[in-house]
């Protein structure tokens, strides 16, 4: 009745997880130490040091949250956050939304800067928001992974210094696939996760927090609401004292640990050149097949791209297809953009030929058994042309 | 300089993480489908299967926290407490001091019924709290883990729902090591961790929540502060609507799975046996090398014998030899009981003589190096005489 584990092989080509390294997979099943013995101590220490690499920042509190990238999300929001507290939240998708939910269940006061899904928040709107405000921090998704939209960063940063605010950006799915340069854009607070270009399980959260935003934290009149993601006990944890807060998920530091030991070796440059150019192929594939493509042009994710379903196509069925015939998976759309729009993420280990070209083949493949009219190698000749200049 | 992991070969006798089973290693290493797979909601479905099992409950709702133990702690905690709410909270050690903590950030008045440290919370002063409050909840600790003290149960649920109230428990230690029985003892909300009796690592928090429970949390007046552990939410995912919340830890789920797999198949009675008379055996071992036990007389956790630090003996140095000479971990004790006590885990996998026998001849050994005239084999002897029952 209960059978051993003997998933399918699937290609992981939607938002997250993504497909993980080998070498992942191989830290994974590494025996455990205590989570206070020296050796571990160690590896959390390198840890933060390969994560200010990849976040390039040079804050101490640079850490793991014990969680998704939700988590993460609520660990930032709630360490700064009291009652009546106003925070400007940009959205334009499901995890902006998310944000804001978060700030209204700690009592906070969300001031939502709007775009329609698919478009990029203007530094206007936030420049507004912030001038008829008292806003305590700005917080902003990087690459809004609903929508496959990049969100320009440059220039926020300075204008929410100016107004004494905090900048708070979700780079869940940026990490490590384009560049989100913390201390560069003065970004304060910046959370992540591992399954995306990090090519890692899902389970913890990648996590910096500036020495300015720490002054504000430690002013705070009330307690963090949350005893688990309280940011100034996890200090004392990651911090030199090494007290014990909660058991640190072991295999799930191993497992980053590798995998931002991956990236160092190949190095961060070549890293997002290869998902610029795979996300440029990915687009121009779809474009061959006749696909739209949804997100605001120029403003595309690398690592995630956004198609509209064709009229006549049942997302359902499409994706079904893709599953059980070729063990595909890419993703469909979330709330408002259900039934609307695929997602195809080509994170990290997937940017390369071997994932990207089969996932472009079956998408093809499936449009003509519906009855499209597509000439076979359309999909993978677009996007080998591309693909050339790596 | 970022080294390859290495870590060296570690007896986990201390309080958890425990060592992990080689299956669940090797179920670590499985390639992930996504979150959203059917592959993958067929492994959820089994793995609540198999928690109802070990919790011996029928509630539908059985599931796994995102996180450690301390997650599951706070998940139930905030899911019931609103401002204002007075919840009992038995103390008797540090992990019910967490508890207080977790309410007073909740809003809600904490009323503490206390025992020093190595004691158990007698029925009576339970029921003194019920009498005197309005409390909408009471929750203690089973397997108090900072002291090895295991608390009764039983009679306490017929109480807290003579006065209308929830009981919670927290089972992070005693799950998989002795009976829990959930619906037995009419408890409403039971959480545990993965990284002791389960043998599992640590990042999970198995989760059973009662239908009387539902009714109170679905009466709420004010939202639950956290997002992530909002249990409504995660109801969602985890029913049969398979609504997106946050990202599932696949890899996670995939080891519960495979270490529940391997309680059932040995099956929970003789796993239960093998906890009790391993614990007897270490007490009468500990007893022979002329130490003293620090739980209260036949209150003793079966998975966690917690003894007195001889005079004489400094805890630091004892443990490091431990660690270093004999690659053996076993913990110290925490806040008030620092110095004071040591805490040697004997969990699941770790029951076995393979692994007990080499951690009391070990303790002998360091004993006897700093001076303590103890015959050689003295620890194994008496552990042997008691472990003949199994």
């Known amino acids: 009745m209960y059978e051993e584990l003997k998933p399918p092989s699937r290609l992981l080509m939607g938002p997250g997880p993504s497909n993980v390294h080998p070498r992942v997979l191989k830290a994974m099943a590494t025996p455990l130490v205590g989570h206070l013995d020296p050796y571990f101590l160690e590896v959390l220490e390198r840890t933060s040091d390969l994560l200010r690499m990849v976040f390039d920042t040079k804050n101490e509190f640079t850490i793991a949250i014990s969680g998704t990238g939700s988590a993460g999300m609520e660990a930032c929001l709630c360490s700064i956050t009291e009652p009546g507290d106003e925070i400007i939240v940009g959205v334009k998708g499901t995890f902006g939304e998310r944000m804001v939910d978060i700030v209204r269940r700690l009592g906070g006061k969300p001031i939502i800067v709007e775009q329609e899904p698919g478009k990029i928040i203007e530094p206007d709107q ?4 912030l001038d008829e405000s008292n806003a305590k921090a700005v917080a902003i998704v990087h690459a809004e992974t609903s929508t496959g939209v990049l969100q320009p960063l ?5 204008m929410v210094r100016k107004h004494g605010a905090l900048f708070i950006v979700d780079t869940v ?3 490590g696939g384009a560049p989100v340069n913390v201390d560069e854009r003065k970004i304060d607070i910046c959370y992540s996760g591992t399954q995306k270009c990090l090519n890692c399980p899902p389970g913890l ?3 910096t927090i500036s020495e300015r935003a720490w002054t504000i934290i430690e002013e705070r009149k009330t307690p963090i609401t949350s005893w688990y993601l309280d940011v100034t006990m996890l200090k004392r944890y990651w911090g030199k004292e090494r007290w014990y807060h909660h058991t640190a998920p072991v295999s ?4 980053l640990y590798e995998a931002l030991r991956i990236i160092e070796e190949e190095g961060l ?4 050149e290869k998902h610029k150019v795979t996300g440029e192929a990915v687009r121009e594939s779809m474009k061959a097949l006749g696909l739209d493509l949804f997100a605001q042009e120029g403003y595309e994710t690398p690592m995630l791209t956004s198609v509209k379903i064709p009229d006549g196509i049942d997302d359902r069925t499409f994706r079904k297809t893709l599953l059980t015939k070729h063990n595909l998976e890419i993703a469909g759309g979330l709330d408002v953009l259900k039934g609307k729009i695929w997602r195809i993420g080509h994170m990290g280990y997937g940017t390369q030929p071997a994932f990207v070209l089969p996932t472009l083949t079956a998408i093809e493949k499936t449009l003509r058994d ?7 190698g359309t999909a993978a000749s677009a996007a080998l042309q591309v693909l050339e200049k790596l």
Chains 1, 2 share one sequence.
């Open 252 to 255: 799930m530091i191993y497992a």
């Open 205 to 207: 959260s990648p996590l």
């Open 370 to 376: 519906l009855g499209r009219d597509i000439e076979p």
């Open 269 to 272: 440059e070549s890293r997002f």
């Open 173 to 175: 799915t940026s990490l």
């Open 126 to 129: 936030i420049k507004r928001a």
């Open 154 to 158: 440059d220039g926020i940063g300075d």
